[in-house]
C-alpha cells in the first residue's frame, strides 16, 4: 500500500516539475476533413472531395454520379471512375511554432494506393500500397502562409496491367491468374498493386477500384520523438494462484534518422504507475525508429488481473484494462510528452499441433490454458468504400456475432487489415481474430521491390494491432498455397516466388514482430506439416492437419456425410439470396420476378450458381413456380432454408467430431463458415445481408454455435444417435432429455421418451442411440413411414439454467407428409425490460411475437413487408412449431418501434405456403 502511495507521489511531482520546466504535446495538424478538392486527369470535372474518402463518394457527393452506387449494374457504368487518373489538392496554413520544430513530418496512414505526394510544387514523396503508412519530410518545404497539397493518383487498374507487363518483360514469365472469371465484371492482375484484393471484383462483390486518401493524414511536429506504436506481451505464471503476471511493453519510438536521444517513460496500467520517469538512452536507426522494452511485473498483491476470454468461454469475461505510455523527450528544449493509450487484455493463446494416431497433428487453440473449440465465420470487407462503414453498422455485425455464440472470426486475405474500431470492438465482444495477411487466390510477384513493400507492410500492421487481445493468429494468405498445388503448377519459378514471400518476408517479420501468436503459412495449409513440406505441401488441404476449406455445392448438403472429418474447418459455406427489402435496394420493382432476370443475374457471380441453388431447392423442397414478387420471394425464402440447413448439418458435425472415434477419426477443433457479412445486394454464402438484416442462417447459427447443443443425427444402418456437446468448463452435471415422435398432422406428440445422462466440462456425449425402423415401429400406425413424422429433442439440466432442443427430419421435407396448418399471429408484445449493454452501446428492445397453429409446422420465417420502415432482427427463425405454440423474438434499437406496427407489417411463411 505504501510503495502505491509513494508511486503516484513521485509521478505527481514528475509531471509538476515538467510543467515548471514548460512542456509541450508534440504538434499535429490534421489535414483531414473537406477542404479538399478532386481533379481528373484532363480537368473536365472539379469537385470538393473529402478526408479521408474516395473518389467513388466524392463524385457521390457532388452528384455527377448517382447517389446508389450498387444498383443494378452501376459497378460497370462507373467504372470510368476508376480508370481516369484523379489529383486531390488542398491548401492550409501552419503555425510558427510548428515551422520551428526540428522534425516536421507529412504522415498519411493510408493512400489508396499509387500517387505521387507534392507539397508547393515540390516532390516529397511516392505511394504504391495502400495497406502502409507514409511518412515524408517535409521540414524544408512547409512554409508559413499557405500551403498546398497535392496528390497525383494514377489509376489502379491500369497501372496493374502496366505493371504486369513490365514484370513479363523483365522476367519472362507471367504472375497467375491474369482476370477474374467473366461474370465478376472485374479488373484484371489486382497482384501487381498492394490495394484490396476484392476492390477487383470477387465472388461476392463488385469492382470499385477506389483511388483516394482513406485513412487520415496530417503533419507532424517535434523536436524530440513520439512514440508510434506500443506493443504487449501477457506472461501468466500459473502456479501463483491468483495468477501472476507479467507485462512487457515494447515502445516504438520514430525521430530523425540516426539521432541520440533521452526518453523518460512512464507507463500506467488502469491508473496505476507500472513505471516512473525511467530513463533510456535512444538511438534511431536510418529509418528514425528506435525502440524501448520494458518488462514489468505485477505482483497480485497489487493488482489482481482478471482475464480476457474469448466470448463464451470459461467465465466469459472480456476485461480490458487501459494502458497509457508516456514518453518525455527531455533532450528537447522545451520537454515534449508524446503519450499513447491502448486497451489491452491479460491472456495467453497457444495453437496446439501435437501428433495423433493413426495420422496427423492436432490443430486447436488454447486461451489461458483452456482448450476451445473455434466457432464463427469469415469477414469480409463490410463496404468498398470505407468511409461509408459507420460503427453502428460495425457494432451491429460484431454484436450479431456475438449473438450468434461465434467466438472466432476469420479476417480474409483479399481485403483490408480492418481498422482500429474493428479490432477494438473484436476484443470488447470476445470474438478472437484469426487475421490473414492481405493475399487471396493469387501468386504474387516475388522481386525485390515487391517484397520490401510486403515487408514494411506486416512490420507496420503487426505493431499497429498486436496489442490486441483479440487477434489469435496471423495467417500469410488465403488459399494460395493450395492453388500452387492445384491450378497454377506449371512454372517452375511459382514455388521459390511463394516461398520468398511468405516464409523468407512475411513469416521472418512476423517472427520476428510478434512473439506471442502462432503463425502459419496460408489458409488452408496443414501447419506444421506445410512448413516440413518447405512451405509448398503437395496437398495443403489434407484433413489430417492444419486447416481446410470445404465446397461441394453439388453434395447432399443436408446430410452430414458429406463434410470431410477434418482438424479445423476455416471455410464452408452455400449461397442464398437477400431478402426482397435488401434487394429492393439494387433493383427497380420489375426486375424483382422468378425466374431471375438478368439485371438480378448481374450481381451473381459465380457461374452456374443460381441453377445450382434452384437444383438444391427441387432436391429438398418445393421448386417456386414463375410469377411476380410472391413468386420471387418464395424462392429466397427456399434459399435461404437450404443454406441454413446445410450450415447447421454441417457445423453440428464439426462440433459432434471433436470426440474422437475408435479409427482415430474425430479431432475437429474449429468451424468457421463463409461468410458473416456482404458488401452489396447479391446472392452469397453471407448470413448478414449488406442491409445488415440476418438471414435465417444467422438465427439458425445462435443455436448450432450455442455453448450446448444437442444434436441428432442418422448413422450407417439408419440409426438415429443422438449427441450432447458441451463446451463450458462447469464441471460433471446431471441433465434430462426429452425426445419426442410427432406426426406432421398434429400437436401431441406420439411418442415421448425421456432419459437423463452425466457429462462433463467441455465433452461430447452420446445420450440416445436407436434404429429409426425400430423406433417408427414402436407407434405402430402413427408413424407408418419415415414420411409421416419428425423428431424433436430437448435437453435441461437440474435447474433448467441449461437448456438446449432441436429437431431431425427423417425425410426431405418435399417427401414428408406436410399438412396446411392453421398458422396464425395471436399478439405481438413489447418486452417490459431492454436488453442494455453498457452505456456506450444502443439498448435493444424486445417483441414477443407469439404464434399458434393446429398441427407440426417445419420451417416457419418471420419477417417484415419490405419498405415497412422498421428496423431490426428476427431472433428465431426458420423454427418449427411442435406443440402449437411458440413465441419468436424481435429485438430493435430503434424505441419507437410499437407492437401494432410490427404486427401489421408481419409476414408469416412456411414450406407449404410456396407456391
Ligand atoms: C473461398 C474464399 C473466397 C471466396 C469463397 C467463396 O475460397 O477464400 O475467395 O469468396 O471461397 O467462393
Redesign the pocket.
Known sequence: MFYKYYIFIRYIVGIYLLLLVNSCLTDYLSLDGNQWHAINQNKSVKIGAKVPGSIYTDLRTAKIIPENLYFTDNDVKLRWVSYDNWTYERTFSVDSSLLNKQNVYLVANGIDTVSTVRLNGQLVGQTDNQFVRYRFDIRSVVKSGPNTLRLDFQSAPLYARQKSREFQNKYNYTVAPDCPPDQYHGECHYNFVRKMAASFA???GPAFPTQGIWKPIGIEAYNGAIIRDVTVETIANRSKVPVEWSLTVQVFVESAANRQLDGLFDIQLDNQQLLANKLIKLKTNDKGESTALFVLPILSSHTSIEQWFPNGVANNTQKLYDLNVQLTSSSAAPVEISAVSRQIGFRTIELIQEPVKPEGLTFYFRVNGLPFFAKGS?W?PANNFMEDLTEPYLRHLLSSAKQANMNMMRV?G?GVYESDLFYRLADEYGIMIWQDFMF??SLYPANQEFLETVRTEVIQNVRRLQYHPSIAIWAGN??NELGLASWWTHLPQYPPDYRKLYADTIGQAVALEDTTRPFVPSSPSNGLDTIRENYTAANPGDTHYGDV?H?DDLADLWDWRSAPNARFVS?Y?FQSFPSLETLMQAFPDQELVYPLTPAVEHHQH?EFEDQIIDGQIGSYLIKPSKGSIDRLNDFIYSSQLIHAMSMKTQTEYYRRNRKVDDKGNGHTMGALY??LNDIWPAPT?ASIESTGKWKVLHSYAIRFMANHLVTPYEDSDQQLKIDFVRDDYLGMLSFNYTIRLYNWSQCLPVRTITGHFLSNSFSVTEIYSQSIPDLLKTVDTKCRTRADCVVSIDVYNSDHSIHANNFMLLTKPNQAKLVKSNLRVISVHKQQQHVSGRTDKPLKYMFDIKLSADSVVPFVVVDLKPKSGLTGQFVDNGFFIFDGNFTATFQTSDPDISGQQISDNLIVKTLTDVK
Do not use: L, S, T
Open positions: 470477387w465472388d461476392w469469415n469480409i480474409w483479399g487471396a487466390c488465403n488459399e476449406h465446397y471455410e459455406g459465380k463463409w461468410q454464402w
